[in-house]
């Protein structure tokens, strides 16, 4: 367990009514389980629940439990009142129950009322999180490992984050240079609750060039492989680009909650949906990303870049076709992500706006195919990528699956 100042401010809803909000709450993140978010009891409003009486926290300590209008049903409130050693800044705050009561965190600054950075909580984690997980370390010779972090919601690591990972780990081999062409193919799930190692094989080295090979290895069993191509970048004698689509900037496009703080995403039309029931439309996503408090690190804002890839492919070669949406992941269909070919033009800022233009070329076979640009708010190219998908009945035919570990 870890207890934090949570760097966010945060409120409950009790249906219509905010029954607290409060910029001084504290996070207990437990790996492989949701995060608990706790309010300062001076800053929850009571008048809309009852006292039910004594009760104790699995976290450890003792508390008061709140019901709303009745004592009956399960408690939407615990109140702390005897906090164990380790969770000492916990007494006298208290949780809602984020199944019965919305409890969400305001991520960026909000001016004029303007709530579009709300985020549900509990989130699958902070911007920071992802820095770490990609931020992989030296352990021997040409080796790396990387971080775990799961809610324990889907404990398998997405196929994009091992790419971004991957090139964070070229750019620490060689840190004169830059990743300009990175290759990935996902050969197995991997388990996000444990630490992934990444192996890396000088295939050349030359003045300008070094081509590395790399295998993200997880308890000796290969997950994905992939060829990465690193650049000192030379002197320019032509230059062109693809324009940008044009689409509206990120103020005028639909935000996204993917359930990480210190991250925008803002998606034209709200094309973005899991749901099957949504209108069908042409097989292109749109969508602006911005990350929060990054330090000033080339290879982890190309991480970070790359780790978004994965994102939304699928949804959009889904887009066209009715009925169908990546509900159905996991549970009935099996999707995933089987390889990424991305080239970076230009050095990136994550910390930027970058517009994801996405469009599927191709579904059939039980296979789906993207063609992607990611582009400055400048206009300018900073990364092409191509995109293997499965989507396919699971081997034996339907039936319902664990969407924790199915793949």
């Known amino acids: 367990m870890r207890l934090e100042r949570y760097p966010y401010r945060a ?13 001084a709450c504290w996070c207990l993140e437990r790996e492989g389980q949701p995060s608990l978010l706790y309010f300062p009891r001076r800053d929850i409003d009571l008048s809309l629940f009852c006292l039910v009486g004594p009760g104790s926290l699995p976290e450890g300590g003792a508390a008061e439990v709140w019901n709303a209008e009745s004592a009956e049903g399960d408690p939407v409130l615990s109140i702390v009142t005897a906090a164990s050693p380790e969770l000492g800044p ?11 009561a919305r409890v969400e965190v305001l991520d960026g ?8 950075a709300a985020k549900r909580f509990p989130t699958w984690g902070d911007t920071t999180h992802l820095v770490d997980l990609l931020d992989v370390r030296p352990d021997g010779e040409l080796s790396f490992v990387g971080a775990a972090h799961t ?24 840190p004169e240079r830059r990743v300009v062409s990175a290759t990935m193919l996902f050969l197995r799930a991997a388990d996000a609750g444990r630490p992934l190692r990444f192996e890396l094989s000088e295939l050349s080295a ?6 590395l090979g790399v295998e993200v290895l997880q308890e000796g069993r290969r997950c994905a492989a992939g060829t990465m191509l690193l650049d000192v970048t030379g002197p320019e004698i032509v230059r062109h680009a ?20 210190g991250r925008d995403i803002r998606v034209l039309d709200g094309a973005y949906t899991n749901d099957p029931d949504v209108p069908v439309g042409p097989p292109t996503i749109d969508c602006w990303v911005r990350f929060h408090r990054l330090p000033d690190d080339a290879p982890l804002h190309a991480g970070l870049l790359a780790q978004f890839t994965g994102h ?30 991305l080239s970076f033009h230009r050095a990136v800022r994550a910390d930027k706006w970058m517009l994801y233009h996405h469009e599927s070329t191709f579904a059939g076979d039980g296979m789906t195919h993207a063609t992607c640009r990611v582009h400055d708010e400048g206009g300018d190219l900073l990364a092409s990528f191509s995109v293997e998908a499965m989507v396919r009945p699971f081997p034996g035919g339907v039936g319902a699956r664990d969407e924790r570990t199915a793949m």
């Open 312 to 341: 939304m492919p699928i949804a959009t070669a889904l887009r066209p076709h009715e009925g169908i949406g990546q509900s159905a992941a996991h549970r009935t269909l099996s999707m995933g992500i089987n390889a990424i070919n």
């Open 11 to 23: 409120r409950a809803w009790w249906g219509e009514a905010v029954v607290a909000e409060s910029d």
């Open 242 to 261: 693809v324009a940008p689509p044009g689409v509206p900037g990120p103020t005028q496009c639909v935000p996204l909650d993917m359930a990480v703080t």
């Open 109 to 116: 600054d909000l001016q004029d009322g303007d709530d579009h």
């Open 90 to 100: 916990l007494q006298s705050h208290g949780r809602f129950d984020t199944d019965r």
């Open 151 to 174: 809610d324990g919601h889907r404990p398998v690591v997405e196929g994009s984050q091992m790419l971004g990972q991957a090139i964070v780990a070229a750019g620490r081999h060689a």
């Open 206 to 211: 030359g003045r300008s060039f070094i081509g």
